[in-house]
């Protein structure tokens, strides 16, 4: 059984940064890792995504400013993190952690409704 628990969301003023950080419990041998998120009255949309492979995907919106990685310091893999610069208030929204198997893709899909594990979600707010 496969868990996702995220934490670091919070409040900060325009311009700041946030990390978000994702724990996997169970294995996934071949795993896509991703960060959707959803703001009030809009509908759930990626915005990172990451494969044991290496490989990673960051929205348009978030190219320049958001960086997704994994922590390598040991062979487990099921930490994961969200690193966030330059927030505007656009970003204010839940963020969720999600998970799946790849199987023999060699990218992560984008669509959330493909991703079969989630997190409960940390509220990010950015203030102008």
């Known amino acids: 059984q496969v868990h996702l628990k995220e934490s670091g969301g919070g409040s900060v003023q325009s311009g700041g940064s946030l990390r978000l950080s994702c724990v996997r419990s169970?294995?996934?041998?071949?795993?896509?890792m991703a960060w959707f998120r959803q703001a009030p009255g809009k509908s759930r949309e990626g915005v990172a995504m990451i494969a044991d492979n290496g490989n990673t995907m960051i929205a348009n919106f978030g190219e320049g400013r958001f960086t997704i990685s994994r922590d390598n310091a040991t062979n487990a893999q099921n930490t994961f993190y969200l690193q966030m610069n330059s927030l505007k208030p656009e970003d204010t929204a839940m963020y969720y952690c999600a998970a799946r198997s790849r199987a023999f893709a060699t990218s992560c899909p984008p669509a959330d409704a493909s991703y079969s594990y989630w997190g409960q979600g940390t509220q990010v707010i950015v203030s102008s």
């Open positions: 169970g294995d996934i041998s071949r795993y896509c």
